[in-house]
């Protein structure tokens, strides 16, 4: 197993196996995420990343291997998985906003709830990163009312709210229009540079080469290379990622 920036492991994915019916969807992954990390995993569709990604939250179970999350396993189920959960902060293709709450109450509900912060507390940390992600006048709309873009950075500050030890972030831009990418992902950059240890599944090869410690390129199910950003899409080693680099950076 490579270790990426010989820094402190939180994320420990050894021999890790998932079917679902027949088909093999994660094959033996094995890969670290170090502390302040950022891990962006790309390839073909179909090639197990958002299962990956999924798994290490336990949102998909695993049929083999473990997954460890700074020291502790993932438990299969209970009390125990939903603390362990409260430390990985998910970010979705669909935004996964509570319709019926506000901007602000959508982020605050989970630090009173889960982390047990008073309500004033709780008031003062979402403002500060509805702030920093750029949308704290909207605080007291309707996720309905804002563009998709804004509510894919109030589902960033509603996962920064819980504290967590590492972000993981599946597809987080591909439902949104063109022109609202980029302020999605300027968010990102921005968490990337303040040491949030994240694994980011994304077909935005800009972010990866601005953002990336660390490259994983998935194909059938298995990671077939891993790499610097600068070494993989300079000098990719397989003919798999020399294939899929040649027919997306053409466009």
């Excluded at 940390?125 to 950075?153: C, E, F, I, W, Y």
């Excluded at 950059?189 to 800009?206: P, R, S, W």
Aim: proline content about 4%; glycine content about 8%; hydrophobic content about 45%.
């Amino acid at each position: 197993m490579e270790q990426s920036h010989g820094g402190e492991p939180l994320v420990v994915i050894d021999r890790v196996n998932k079917h679902f019916g027949q088909l093999h969807v994660l094959k033996d992954i094995s890969t670290v995420v170090t502390r302040g990390e950022v891990v962006v995993v790309i390839g073909p569709s179909g090639s197990g990343k958002s299962t990956l990604c999924r798994a290490i939250n336990r949102l998909e179970t695993i049929d083999s291997g473990t997954i460890t999350i700074d020291g502790d396993v993932l438990p299969a189920e209970g009390a125990a998985l939903a603390k362990l959960r409260a430390d990985v902060g998910m970010v979705f293709q669909s935004f996964n906003l509570f319709a019926h709450k506000t901007v602000l109450e959508n982020v605050t509900l989970g630090p009173i709830k889960v982390r047990g912060l008073s309500k004033a507390d709780a008031v003062e940390r979402a403002m500060t990163l509805l702030d920093r992600v750029g949308v704290a006048d909207q605080a007291n709309k309707m996720p309905s009312q804002l563009s998709g873009g804004q509510q894919q950075r109030v589902a960033i500050a509603r996962a920064l709210a819980m504290e967590p030890k590492v972000m993981l972030l599946d597809e987080p831009t591909s439902a949104l229009d063109p022109e609202m990418i980029n302020e999605v992902l300027d968010v990102m950059i921005g968490l990337a540079k303040d040491g949030m240890t994240m694994v980011v599944v994304t077909h935005e090869m800009g972010f990866a080469r601005k953002a990336a410690n660390r490259v994983l390129f998935m194909a059938e199910g298995s990671i077939v290379e891993e790499a610097t950003p600068e070494e993989f899409f300079t000098n990719p080693q397989t003919p798999r990622a020399q294939e899929f680099l040649s027919k997306i950076l053409t466009h």
